[in-house]
C-alpha cells in the first residue's frame, strides 16, 4: 500500500495502519511492508547479549519440556536442526522404561523456541549447532551442543538419535505411545 498522510514508517502491532481514502493499493509496497515489518521486528529480537537472551529462551524450552513430559525429572530432549527444519524427540526415565512424548503439529512452541535458540548463534561457517541433547536432572538443565563438523544432520541417520537416548538411559526399553492415546496427556500406562 502506499500512503498518504503523516504516521509512523512501522506499526508495531502486526497489523498493517488503515489506509486513508487517498491511498493507492498495489502488491509490491504491502509486500515492502511486509519485509520492513520483519526486519523491524527480528532487529527487536536480536539481542546485544547472546547468553542474556539465551536463557530466557532456554527457560522456555524447559518449559515446553515439562509441558509435554509432565513430571520434567529424567526428561531427555533431542533435537536435529538447520535451515528450514527441526527434528525434536522428547523422552522421560519412567522407572524401568523410557517412555517417549509426541505431540501434534501446534500443540507446542517447542519447535519454535528452538529455532529462537539456533538462530542466537553466529550464521558463520559451523558456529550453529546442529544437535542439541538437553537432560534435566536434579532440577538442572544440561545442554550438549554438537556442531556441523562433528555430525551432519543434512544425512538422515536415526541410528544418532538412538545412540543419543542409549547414552542417557542405559539399556532401558522405550516405551511409545499407541496412535490412538491423547497427544501431551503424559506417560501411557
Sequence with gaps: MIFLGTGPAVASPPQKPAAPSLGIAT??????????????????RKPK???????PVMSGIATEIARIA????????????TQ???????????GKVVRYF???????????LLFDA????????????????????????????????????????????????RAQSGKRRVVYPPAQTPRLSGPVA
Design 27 to 44: 502488491a509490491s509496497s504491502d509486500e515492502r511492508w511486509q519485509r520492513v515489518y520483519v526486519a523491524k521486528r527480528k532487529a527487536a
Design 49 to 55: 547479549d547472546k547468553l542474556a537472551a539465551l536463557g
Design 70 to 81: 509432565g513430571d520434567p525429572e529424567g526428561a531427555f530432549l533431542y533435537v536435529e536442526i
Design 84 to 94: 528450514g527444519w527441526v527434528e525434536s524427540s522428547v523422552f522421560r526415565r519412567d
Design 102 to 112: 509426541d505431540w501434534e503439529e501446534g500443540e507446542t512452541d517447542l519447535p519454535d
Design 118 to 165: 539456533w538462530y542466537l548463534e553466529s550464521a558463520k561457517k559451523n558456529m550453529r549447532w546442529s544437535v542439541l541433547e538437553c537432560v534435566i536432572k536434579g532440577g538442572k538443565f544440561e545442554v550438549k551442543m554438537r556442531y556441523p563438523d562433528e555430525v551432519d544432520v543434512a544425512v538422515e541417520d536415526p541410528e544418532r538419535r538412538r545412540a543419543a537416548l
